[in-house]
């Protein structure tokens, strides 16, 4: 190898199961050794790292880069070896052997993880906050960042404001005269009216809204509010006021929506959220066809509280949503008032039960619905959410 041409990093690296000195000592020494028994020179110029263990300085100003950019506390390195180092390497193993041998990746990536921590960083390859992905021969590193993770609840305080942005139908987004050249079909969202927020603050390059279900356009979501998660895509500032985010929305979004309970997450609460049946609570205000007997009216309530329900798609969603049958329970229907035809509900149900065509029966879709026990047509004039149960 010393004929070949090989760096002092690289002859150690073939002994570092061998003593305790730094691997760079040890071929320092056997090169020395090595000199003195012949009376010669070898050269340094190293076939096997191409000179990469002579120009650590050069990964360690990237890594410096990261540190003056990003706001992390923890990191994980990496090391691509997909050129003539690792066919070298290979070569070399095959030829001298390896039993006491590191390989170039474990001696690179060890090298510079020493360097990063000189830093105040802490190495934490299992939750790193950053990644960077060296890339010796070439001379690059990619980086990649975990994503922030913001969970709180959402209250909305009006109706007509979808809870994600909603593309315009008719042009799919590009803009069009039907949505005035916006590509959507409301002019606002919660998504769009919080987002923005934790964005700016994170400085990060997009924020992804993660719902815990979703309420109807035209109903508001009150009492406790809605469970959500922010997550926030290649965030360079991780320490954020969270206190100062909740007090600025509130502020500028008075009288729509309130969010409260913020608090980071890791990304395990996503899918939490996304499979969490939460028991929910309606109020409901509807208008009967008719006027009916109160003690009819009674009794349909208790006949349907307690009991599963069984729910086609509704109309409404079949153009977005899978046609099959839901069944889904009703804990418990309380009557609120009784003003002649117009009536108010409590329901307490599961999770996916969609109250309206309870109350309608979507034409024959859901069943048993209120309007088939009473006989009578059934409107929704107005539904809100009243509690969502349960949280993280």
């Known amino acids: 190898?010393?004929?070949?041409?090989?760096?002092?990093?690289?002859?150690?690296?073939?002994?570092?199961?061998?003593?305790?000195?730094?691997?760079?000592?040890?071929?320092?020494?056997?090169?020395?050794?090595?000199?003195?028994?012949?009376?010669?020179?070898?050269?340094?110029?190293?076939?096997?790292?191409?000179?990469?263990?002579?120009?650590?300085?050069?990964?360690?100003?990237?890594?410096?880069?990261?540190?003056?950019?990003?706001?992390?506390?923890?990191?994980?390195?990496?090391?691509?070896?997909?050129?003539?180092?690792?066919?070298?390497?290979?070569?070399?193993?095959?030829?001298?052997?390896?039993?006491?041998?590191?390989?170039?990746?474990?001696?690179?990536?060890?090298?510079?993880?020493?360097?990063?921590?000189?830093?105040?960083?802490?190495?934490?390859?299992?939750?790193?906050?950053?990644?960077?992905?060296?890339?010796?021969?070439?001379?690059?590193?990619?980086?990649?960042?975990?994503p922030l993770y913001v969970y709180g609840r959402y209250r909305k305080l009006v109706r007509g404001i979808p809870q994600t942005k909603w593309p315009c139908r008719e042009c799919?987004?590009?803009?069009?005269?039907?949505?005035?050249?916006?590509?959507?079909?409301?002019?606002?969202?919660?998504?769009?009216?919080?987002?923005?927020f934790f964005l700016q603050e994170a400085k990060g390059i997009e924020a992804k809204f993660h719902g815990s279900g979703r309420e109807d356009i035209d109903a508001r979501m009150l009492g406790n509010g809605r469970p959500f998660v922010v997550e926030i895509r290649n965030p360079r500032k991780r320490h954020l006021e969270l206190k100062s985010i909740e007090r600025e929305i509130n502020t500028q979004n008075h009288g729509k929506i309130e969010v409260l309970d913020l608090k980071f997450v890791s990304k395990s609460?996503?899918?939490?959220?996304?499979?969490?049946?939460?028991?929910?609570?309606?109020?409901?205000?509807?208008?009967?066809?008719?006027?009916?007997?109160?003690?009819?009216?009674?009794?349909?309530?208790?006949?349907?509280s307690g009991i599963v329900i069984s729910q086609r798609t509704p109309k409404r969603v079949s153009h977005r949503r899978a046609d099959k049958i839901r069944k889904r329970k009703v804990y418990q229907i309380d009557i609120k008032s009784i003003d002649d035809c117009e009536v108010e509900l409590v329901i307490v149900s599961e999770s996916g039960l969609y109250i309206k065509e309870l109350m309608t029966g979507d034409e024959g879709r859901t069943r048993p619905s209120l309007a088939e026990k009473l006989g009578v047509e059934i409107s929704v004039e107005e539904l809100d959410v009243l509690e969502v149960k349960g949280g993280i």
Not at 33 to 60: D, H, P, S
Not at 172 to 196: A, D, H, Q, W
């Open 1 to 146: 190898m010393l004929e070949d041409g090989i760096c002092d990093s690289c002859l150690g690296r073939f002994f570092s199961k061998l003593g305790n000195e730094k691997l760079k000592e040890k071929g320092f020494w056997i090169r020395k050794a090595k000199e003195a028994l012949e009376n010669r020179k070898f050269t340094e110029e190293c076939l096997l790292c191409g000179g990469v263990f002579n120009r650590m300085e050069t990964y360690e100003e990237m890594a410096k880069e990261v540190i003056k950019n990003y706001e992390f506390e923890t990191f994980a390195v990496g090391c691509r070896v997909d050129g003539l180092i690792g066919a070298m390497e290979e070569l070399v193993f095959e030829t001298h052997g390896s039993e006491w041998a590191e390989t170039f990746k474990s001696h690179f990536n060890r090298e510079i993880i020493a360097k990063i921590e000189k830093f105040g960083k802490r190495f934490d390859p299992a939750n790193p906050d950053v990644l960077l992905i060296f890339d010796p021969e070439r001379e690059k590193m990619d980086l990649q960042v975990r």
């Open 172 to 196: 799919r987004g590009k803009g069009c005269e039907r949505c005035n050249f916006s590509g959507k079909m409301y002019s606002e969202s919660v998504e769009e009216l919080i987002t923005p």
């Open 269 to 304: 609460a996503v899918e939490i959220l996304k499979s969490a049946a939460f028991v929910k609570v309606y109020g409901v205000k509807i208008r009967l066809e008719k006027k009916v007997n109160p003690e009819a009216l009674h009794d349909a309530v208790k006949d349907l």
